[in-house]
């Protein structure tokens, strides 16, 4: 039996300001910044994953981050990238549960999140089930994705260090 979440539970879809995002503008000069942080604890291959997956979630849900494909010299086209350049920090498991309250509580920051259970399970409706039966205070996050106004971001993230 196939499970779909209600549209009433999914987040809305981040709107990417017009005012932002020059693509002739070094990432540092971008009025937008994105930041994926990742369980220090993790393996290479499941940091790789968690944040391979932030980053398709993000996609989805704020599309206006990738630019256009681009062409080669001969004529090969390649799929856009994003625009605001993508950071990814390390931090501990109390520090990303502390991140995600934080970005949560901040206005105009799009919070994307990946529980253990994503990784825990191999069937997409088995996470589902493993969501559905977890208390809100017992999540355990292994990555948090956000995006929004670079000062916020800084203020959200800027000690961490880069994933190593």
Not at 2 to 29: C, H, I, N
Not at 73 to 92: I, N, Q
Not at 93 to 105: C, H, I, K, V
Not at 154 to 163: E, I, M, Q, S, T
Request: glycine fraction near 10%; charged fraction near 20%; proline fraction near 7%.
């Amino acid at each position: 039996m196939s499970q779909t979440a209600p549209a009433e539970t999914m987040p809305a879809a981040f709107t990417v300001p017009d005012d932002v995002g020059a693509l002739d503008q070094p990432t540092r000069s971008q009025k937008l910044r994105w930041a994926i942080v990742v369980d220090r604890s993790l393996p290479a291959g499941l940091a790789a994953n968690a944040a391979a997956c932030m980053a398709a979630a993000v996609g989805k849900a704020a599309p206006g981050l990738v630019g256009p494909d681009a062409a080669d010299g001969a004529g090969d086209v390649h799929s856009g990238l994003p625009w605001t350049g993508c950071l990814v920090l390390a931090a501990d498991g109390d520090q990303l549960q502390a991140l995600r309250g934080a970005a949560t509580r901040a206005e105009g920051v799009l919070v994307v999140d990946m529980p253990r259970a994503a990784q825990a399970t191999s069937v997409y409706n088995e996470y589902l089930d493993a969501m559905a039966h977890t208390g809100h205070d017992e999540v355990e996050y292994l990555a948090v994705s956000v995006v929004g106004p670079r000062n916020r971001i800084a203020k959200l993230v800027g000690r961490l260090p880069l994933l190593r």
